[in-house]
Every structure is written in structure tokens, then in C-alpha cells.
């Protein structure tokens, strides 16, 4: 059953870039569409965005100028790329496969999640 | 702030039903497909509905969903006190991209 891990440093200094990849089991990369989503403390689901396997890129439009995702078929992996963080950005991140992009994007496979703190 | 409104929250006894609906836009759910999805405390989100009212498998047929126009519902029926949880309705905007609802919390009284 294909399996979602995410990956990277919890604590992230402000003003720096926040760098986590997501590992996946038991399924091929090079099918379907892979997000990641945020939720801070306390707060609902916010859409980062996603990659296609061969990689094209859709990002909210409000951290495009920020976020880089890729994707790397090799390992079986994408990559999440967050700048210039701060306070704000402190949040669960989650990774999840997409099965189809517009009109349908529904996540239907996600990773456990994995804590980011940025503080200094 | 959310393009997709949910109630805060619902409560409802056990066995009884209780309704979650989620309201949008042309812009959003009025032409593309929802999905709804249930986060147990302390858990990630787990795919209830996909594609306004389609189960995946193993998801029990108490949940069911359906679309009308720019808003979209959520039916939990036979509530057990395993359904306490957050929920959230998902769609596409042609603005936003991806985009969920405001969340609700159901408490099973």
C-alpha cells in the first residue's frame, strides 16, 4: 500500500529557506500529481500546491513568489522549497498524492506530517 | 479567510445524523468536483469523498456526499463516537488553486 514520508529540519531560522521532500513507498512517482499542504496550530488546511511527475508546477498564489516544488523520478521523491520564512510559515506540512489535477484535485493518500518551527 | 464557508462546528447523539455543508462560488465549487475529508486529533487528513460524492474504498457508506450548484454537503449518518473530528470540504478555484473549507468540528453529544 503506497506510503507518504516526509522529511526535513523541524526548526527553521527566519529569513531562511525551509527544505522538506517526500519519500514514496510502494508506488510509482511518475503517475499522478503530488501536493503539499500546510496546517498551522490550531488553524485549517491551506494548499501549497503541487507537481505533476513530469514537472509542471501550479502554487497558491499567495507564497508563489516564495515556493519551488520538484520532483525527483530517480528516488521516487518530491521537494518542497519555502523562503524567506517567518513566524507565519510555523505549521504542520503535509505531503499527499493527487490523483488528478482541476477540476478534480482531491488528495487521497497523505504522509503523517512533519512539524516546522521557525524561530531563531 | 476561506473561499469555502463550513459551520464551525455540529453536534448531534449518537446514532443520529448530522449534515455539513460547504459553500462556494462559480468560481470554485460551482465547476469543479469536491471532496471532503476527516482529521482525527492528532492525526493527518484522511480522504472521505472524492469527486462530489464518490467513496473510496474501505470508507463506510454512512459518509455521502453531494453537490448542488456552489455549495456542497457532507452526510455523516449512524454518528458513532469514533466521527469526532475536524472536517474539511476541498475544491479547485480558478484563482486560488487548490483550495479547502474552513473546517468544522463535529462533537458527537
Known amino acids: 500500500q503506497v506510503q507518504l514520508q516526509e522529511s526535513g529540519p523541524g526548526l527553521v531560522k527566519p529569513s531562511e529557506t525551509l527544505s522538506l521532500t517526500c519519500t514514496v513507498s510502494d508506488d510509482s512517482i511518475s503517475r499522478y500529481y503530488w501536493s503539499w499542504i500546510r496546517q498551522p496550530p490550531g488553524k485549517g488546511l491551506e494548499w501549497i500546491g503541487y507537481?505533476?511527475?513530469?514537472?509542471?508546477?501550479i502554487y497558491n498564489p499567495s507564497l508563489r513568489s516564495r515556493v519551488t516544488i520538484s520532483v525527483d523520478t530517480s528516488k521516487n521523491q518530491f521537494s518542497l522549497k519555502l523562503s524567506s520564512v517567518t513566524a507565519a510559515d510555523t505549521a504542520i506540512y503535509y505531503c499527499?498524492?493527487?490523483?488528478?489535477?482541476?477540476?478534480?484535485?482531491?488528495?487521497?493518500?497523505w504522509g503523517k506530517g512533519t512539524t516546522v518551527t521557525v524561530s531563531s | 479567510q476561506s473561499v469555502l464557508t463550513q459551520p464551525p462546528s455540529v453536534s448531534a447523539a449518537p446514532g443520529q445524523k448530522v449534515t455539513i455543508s460547504c459553500s462556494g462560488s462559480t468560481s470554485n465549487i460551482g465547476n469543479n468536483y469536491v471532496s471532503w475529508y476527516q482529521q482525527l486529533p492528532g492525526t493527518a487528513p484522511k480522504l472521505l469523498i472524492s469527486?462530489?460524492?464518490r467513496r473510496p474504498s474501505g470508507i463506510p457508506d454512512r459518509f455521502s456526499g453531494s453537490k448542488s450548484g456552489t455549495s456542497a454537503t457532507l452526510d455523516i449518518t449512524g454518528l458513532q463516537t469514533g466521527d469526532e473530528a475536524d472536517y474539511y470540504c476541498?475544491?479547485?478555484?480558478?484563482?486560488?488553486?487548490?483550495?479547502f473549507g474552513t473546517g468544522t468540528k463535529v462533537t458527537v453529544l
Open positions: 469527486q462530489n460524492n
Open positions: 507537481i505533476y511527475y513530469k514537472g509542471s508546477t
Open positions: 499527499a498524492r493527487t490523483p488528478a489535477g482541476p477540476p478534480y484535485n482531491y488528495m487521497d493518500v
Open positions: 476541498g475544491t479547485w478555484d480558478s484563482s486560488l488553486g487548490g483550495v
